[in-house]
């Protein structure tokens, strides 16, 4: 009887933890189930289409998310590096125009202390437009010759050449490096049919983030080209308006100037002293007739001669010890202005580049806009419920 | 009586050093664990239930009616209280997991506590009540006043334990903050334990926010103090069932053996 009430009751026992593992596993399968089904329910499971570098890449909600952040960081390096790779070709395109005007100043000195040049300069010193004539060689030799005025005239062809060459590549480069980030974090599908509204195009956005910034760049070009030169109309005119009065202001210069300035000045009364002795001595020998006039004339002749070669020696002597000063202050005053507009064309472009930046954000961020659009918010995963 | 005392204290210190594993092994063993737990909840509540339903019945039907062993409680009973069980048990289990050093010793004062007042009521029961029915009177009368004590106990506690400060914040981002990792591994699990953390919070917050101003946050103090009393009432009832349920199984062979034997 014992035995029995004994064993009656472990079955009970074995039966009440049997009964109470089956409850929990129902209690565990339900909840499994419910669990499922809310998530389910709750998970990104639409599917989007990624249109970026003709390629169409398939990817779910949380996948979206992350290639989006990835543009956005991508995108603004990227930015950053255009900005960074235009500051340093403007840098160089400066180094490389300056250097035309820069070289050609010895050919300039060369000239300047030739014999044709400087019976040229004697000749505008007795004329009179001594300086008109010293600043058109000027601007002859160092910027029309060297090809630096055709150059500065090219900037603006150049810098954009060179903006778009770096935007299509930058854009190419970033096009690719998501492409290969993603393409194998795509969702398998069987058989892909994206709804429309599920199609984001990154290609049209970059196009747009890139087009927007290069056009602020342009504007820049258009509205600052008045600007970095004062006054000056194109950038083309910066040689012939800024860079030639300041050369032509220059000590050396003027004082290479005044050396001939002077000489002429002070040949004029001599050579006209000449000219009343040879009337003189025409009226002398010979009171009337044309025979009075090739007298006079040889007196003349004579006497300028003389007057001319002694003191032109004189004035290439006093000429050259002021050549090495000439040239040096030429060279300096290019590299000095060079500087200057370095710094102006740089300020400008970082002015430029701000705008520039803000469009491209703003056509970056309107995939992040559009995304968010077409993206369903879930509030546990604000909460992070599903994920860790 | 004294070996329900013994059990009681081994299945208390078998849940503490539950809660004291290492995640996934914790993982792994809470499966029995829950599965005892729902079978000695069980036990308790299904034989208050019964007993309920048998002074009902006793009440309205004739003592040879059949209809006495029909309606006395059968399946439909036992689910119902297993799903009771189950989901106590899983409610207190997850409370467990992450509970203060202070709140386990009001657990563990409440093992003596159980025993003293199954004694002492079975005493002064002897000589009034039945005694066929005396122990599951006796258990029935114990379950609400070591509730009662250890709620206010378990309240008292959790009043004066520090909390995250969430004062002034939205409860929106006092949930993003301040949401702690689940260590569970399994889904589902996991899901819970972040839901009964989220509720923990909640009432934190609730109560938390609700100190400032009065006359704003009065339905902030109904909520924080509802969820308080709820969840604190929900895990010590489900402690002391669990508690109670051992002396029942120990009772229930006595009774058996005691039947058998008359």
């Given at each position: 009887m014992k035995a029995g009430a004994m064993k009656n009751g472990s079955i009970r026992r074995v039966a009440l933890l049997f009964m109470a593992a089956v409850a929990v596993c129902a209690v565990l399968l339900a909840l499994n189930v419910g669990y499922r089904l809310l998530s389910k329910q709750l998970a990104d499971n639409r599917v989007f289409a990624v249109l970026v570098d003709d390629q169409r890449l398939l990817l779910d909600g949380k996948t979206l998310d992350a290639f989006n952040a990835d543009l956005q960081r991508l995108?603004?390096?990227?930015?950053?590096?255009?900005?960074?790779?235009m500051n340093a070709w403007v840098d160089q395109w400066l180094d490389d125009t300056f250097v035309l005007a820069l070289d050609a100043v010895p050919g300039y000195m060369d000239w300047y202390y030739s014999m044709p040049g400087s019976y040229t300069r004697l000749y505008y010193a007795i004329s009179g437009d001594l300086d008109a004539a010293l600043r058109e060689r000027l601007e002859s030799h160092l910027l029309v010759q060297s090809g630096f005025e055709q150059?500065?005239?090219?900037?603006?062809?150049?810098?954009?050449?060179?903006?778009?060459?770096?935007?299509g590549e930058q854009g190419q480069a970033l096009r690719q490096a998501l492409v290969q980030r993603y393409s194998d974090r795509q969702v398998e599908l069987a058989e892909p049919k994206i709804d429309a509204r599920q199609v984001i195009d990154v290609n049209a956005a970059l196009d747009r983030a890139f087009g927007a910034s290069a056009g602020d760049i342009q504007r820049w070009q258009i509205s600052s080209q008045a600007s970095v030169v004062a006054g000056v109309g194109s950038f083309a005119l910066l040689a012939r308006h800024a860079i030639l009065p300041r050369l032509m202001r220059?000590?050396?210069?003027?004082a290479a100037r005044q050396v001939i300035a002077g000489f002429a000045a002070r040949l004029a009364p001599r050579m006209a002293g000449a000219v009343t002795i040879g009337g003189s001595a025409a009226a002398v020998a010979a009171p009337t007739g044309p025979s009075a006039l090739v007298a006079g004339g040889i007196?003349?002749?004579?006497?300028?001669?003389?007057?001319v070669i002694t003191d032109f020696a004189l004035l290439k002597a006093e000429e050259a010890v002021m050549r090495e000063d000439q040239e040096r202050q030429l060279h300096d005053e290019l590299v000095v202005f060079r500087e200057s507009t370095r710094d102006q064309l740089q300020a400008q472009l970082q002015a430029a580049f701000g705008p520039a930046g803000e469009s491209y954000r703003r056509g970056v961020g309107g995939i992040e806009d559009e995304t968010r659009a077409k993206r369903q918010f879930h509030i546990l995963d604000q909460w992070r419920f599903w994920d860790a | 009586m004294q070996r329900p005392l013994v059990f009681n204290l081994a299945i208390f210190l078998l849940l503490l050093g539950w809660s004291l594993l290492p995640g996934v092994l914790r993982g792994w063993a809470m499966l029995p664990l829950w599965i005892a737990c729902t079978a000695l909840v069980f036990t308790g509540s299904f034989e208050a239930?019964?007993?309920r339903r048998r002074v009902w019945l006793d009440q309205y039907l004739l003592a040879a009616s059949p209809w006495h062993r029909v309606l006395r409680g059968g399946s439909v009973m036992i689910a119902w209280h297993l799903l009771i069980g189950a989901l106590l048990s899983l409610f207190m289990l997850i409370?467990?997991?992450?509970?203060?050093?202070?709140?386990?010793?009001?657990?563990?004062?409440?093992?003596?506590?159980?025993?003293?007042?199954?004694?002492s009521l079975s005493g002064r029961l002897q000589k009034h009540v039945l005694p066929q029915a005396r122990p599951a009177l006796v258990r029935r009368f114990t379950v609400p006043l070591a509730v009662c004590v250890l709620t206010a106990l378990y309240l008292v506690v959790t009043l004066s334990l520090g909390q995250p400060d969430v004062r002034g914040l939205n409860w929106d981002s006092a949930v993003t903050q301040h949401l702690q990792q689940s260590s569970s591994q399994f889904a589902p699990l996991r899901f819970l334990e972040r839901l009964y953390m989220m509720l923990e919070l909640t009432l934190q917050w609730a109560l938390q926010n609700a100190l400032g101003g009065t006359e704003r946050n009065g339905g902030l103090a109904v909520v924080g103090w509802s969820l308080l009393l709820l969840s604190g009432s929900a895990f010590i009832w489900a402690y002391v069932r669990l508690m109670v349920g051992v002396d029942a199984l120990f009772s229930q062979r006595r009774g058996a053996s005691l039947q058998e034997l008359s």
């Open positions: 995108g603004i390096s990227h930015q950053a590096s255009l900005e960074q790779q150059r500065l005239a090219d900037f603006d062809r150049a810098l954009t050449r060179q903006l778009h060459g770096i935007l220059l000590g050396s210069v003027q007196a003349f002749a004579t006497a300028a001669g003389t007057i | 239930a019964r007993l409370k467990l997991q992450s509970l203060a050093v202070a709140l386990w010793v009001v657990l563990a004062l409440g093992l003596p506590l159980i025993a003293w007042l199954l004694r």
